[in-house]
């Protein structure tokens, strides 16, 4: 059995083979927690897990409507904060980061989407690489997968990954998806087929009515092998370095990584760690893993000396490896949340509104495990045309929900309401993670830069208009709906812009601050085997290699990278590998 560690003194589990390990990862978020499913499937290599966060044994986290008690919660989120965003009128906005074993799929909106297949063709463009291809990818989509409808084409059965039908529906939202279809929005029974347009009930990642994360899909499971060790309340607070190896059998595993990474002049021999308050190290005899995500990875490398020479210089950080790339690109969706008052019909407002109300919610889910208390944030979706992408796939997406509140985190309002939120799902805004000290427990300074750019502008102006149109179709009649956010006297072009700024917050989907791309472009953070430029033994696998945000909600896009990262890094080694095992790992290439 793993050794599970806190944050105690018993933390024996680093004097595993005098604190060295085949692999050590940083970060048992979702990327985090495939791989160390994946790696520790060979039982001859050991694996080291390191979480800052704690367990995921707080109940709120496996209810699915307990997001709302979980994000801005210090006991599973970081409780992150944008620096104020001019696009957004100064606002500064609350950023959610999963706390716990899990990361964000503990805390997060648990809907199964990959996006769409320009996505990924994108990506083998942008890094020369075809095995980011939609036809490369979606067999590792596949292979995670266990979905409701069985395999075909398109799904995957058996795998780690549960993807279910959600267990509740709602005559309002039911009305939206009607009115969709009559403003020229087809419906659809699968988002996940490589297009997505359309509009109908997402999928979602539960189980029986729970939350299925990454932490129970994969981690788990590989938790009952004794070839992974797991530590909780391990603060990560630097990566350590050591001059390149010079022996013929240092030459022989660099040979394995081709001519833009031949002899690099470091390497990573494993990181710096917090636990307990003591300050300890763990070494890694193949490679570090950096799983921490879109915000904690780039800081990660800034603290140890790899980024922008003049920002660490500032800082009295030395320069490990000069990577200007490192904490730009960040990229995320943000959503516009149009509420509206309605009439003669139940939303969860009103259902919630009485205390017997909640009673019989949470009855029906103590018996059936169906109802209010199985929702995912966002029920309904839909994908549109904001008729601005020159490529002419859907750009917008819907998250429309039976409820309304200013944030969550606080009260739903008294009254009947439901909220469309829409965003854009491929802006054209940049903008940065990078940290503002050399002390590792300091949060870095986020910069989204939420609408900076004028596609960006006129993009959100059109989702407005076209979520009125939507409203105002025949099948939404009947409920007399009123707009009250941002409110029907933002008319103009100049006012619904306006409008934008004041109701944009984000929908949780960092990317993009450790792109991968060729490795001889000067942006380029890691290569398309997301092993960091110059650097020996290390890697990045989590949602901030892509070097665009992919057409949807970003989870399911980490767990398929993940996957690929481990086929990739276990090809890396075969050298070492019995026979019995490189004819499996040959078998597992060739179905990909």
Not at 103 to 109: C, E, F
Not at 316 to 339: C, F, K, T
Not at 459 to 469: E, F, I
Request: glycine share 10%.
């Amino acid at each position: 059995m793993a050794r599970r560690v806190g944050s105690s003194a018993e933390e024996t589990a680093v004097a595993h083979q005098e604190g060295e390990f085949d692999y050590v990862i940083v970060g048992a978020g979702t990327a985090g927690c495939v791989l160390a499913n994946r790696l520790t499937e060979d039982p001859s290599v050991s694996v080291l897990l390191l979480e800052a966060g704690g367990k995921d044994d707080y109940h709120w986290i496996h209810i699915p409507v307990g997001y709302l008690y979980c994000i801005d919660n210090p006991r599973t989120d970081w409780r992150y904060r944008t620096r104020g965003e001019p696009g957004l009128h100064g606002r500064s906005l609350g950023y959610p980061r999963g706390k716990v074993l899990g990361g964000s799929s503990s805390i997060n909106g648990m809907i199964y989407m990959r996006g769409q297949q320009g996505d990924y063709d994108g990506w083998a463009r942008a890094t020369g690489d075809p095995g980011w291809s939609w036809d490369a990818v979606l067999p590792l989509f596949k292979r995670s997968e266990d979905h409701h409808g069985g395999a075909n084409a398109w799904h995957g059965a058996g795998g780690e990954w549960c993807v279910s039908r959600q267990r509740l529906r709602w005559k309002i939202l039911d009305a939206f998806a009607t009115a969709a279809v009559q403003a020229g929005i087809p419906a659809t029974p699968d988002f996940n087929r490589g297009d997505n347009f359309g509009v109908g009930y997402f999928e979602v990642n539960q189980k029986g009515g729970l939350r299925w994360s990454a932490a129970k899909g994969f981690l788990r499971p590989a938790s009952k092998r004794p070839n992974l060790t797991i530590m909780t309340g391990a603060q990560t607070t630097r990566l350590l370095f050591a001059p390149r190896d010079d022996d013929a059998a240092a030459d022989a595993r660099r040979a394995t990584h081709g001519a833009a990474h031949d002899r690099p002049p470091v390497r990573c021999r494993g990181v710096e760690f917090l636990g307990g308050g003591v300050l300890r190290e763990a070494r890694a005899r193949r490679e570090v893993l950096l799983a921490a995500g879109a915000v904690n990875s780039p800081q990660l490398l800034e603290l140890s000396g790899i980024g922008q020479p003049e920002r660490l210089a500032s800082l009295g950080i030395p320069v490990v490896q000069p990577l200007r790339g490192v904490g730009e690109n960040l990229q995320d969706h943000l959503q516009l949340r149009m509420s509206f008052k309605v009439r003669n019909v139940t939303t969860l407002n009103t259902l919630s509104a009485r205390w017997w109300g909640k009673l019989a919610i949470g009855l029906r889910y103590a018996l059936t495990r169906t109802g209010p208390m199985s929702m995912a944030p966002s029920q309904l979706g839909a994908f549109a045309h904001s008729g601005e992408d020159p490529t002419g796939r859907p750009d917008l997406e819907y998250h429309v929900q039976p409820l309304s509140l200013d944030r969550f985190g606080e009260p739903l309002h008294a009254f009947g309401a439901f909220t469309a939120s829409v965003c854009h799902v491929r802006p054209t805004s940049r903008g940065s993670v990078h940290i503002v000290s050399a002390d590792p427990l300091t949060p870095p300074e986020i910069a989204p830069n939420y609408l900076s750019t004028d596609y960006d502008r006129r993009v959100a102006m059109h989702a407005l208009r076209l979520t009125r149109r939507i409203v105002a179709s025949d099948a939404l009649a009947p409920f007399v709906p009123d707009e009250f956010k941002p409110g029907s006297v933002f008319e103009t072009d100049a006012e619904l812009v306006e409008a934008a700024g004041a109701i944009g917050t984000t929908i949780f989907h960092p990317v993009g601050t450790c792109r991968m791309g060729r490795a001889d472009e000067p942006d380029t953070v890691v290569d398309s085997h997301l092993r960091v430029i110059g650097v020996e033994g290390l890697r990045v696998v989590d949602a901030s290699v892509m070097p665009t945000i992919t057409s949807g909600n970003t989870n399911s896009p980490t767990v398929m990278i993940a996957e690929r990262a481990a086929i990739l890094i276990r090809a890396g080694h075969i050298s070492t590998m019995s026979d019995a095992q490189t004819d499996a790992l040959a078998e597992v290439l060739a179905s990909h």
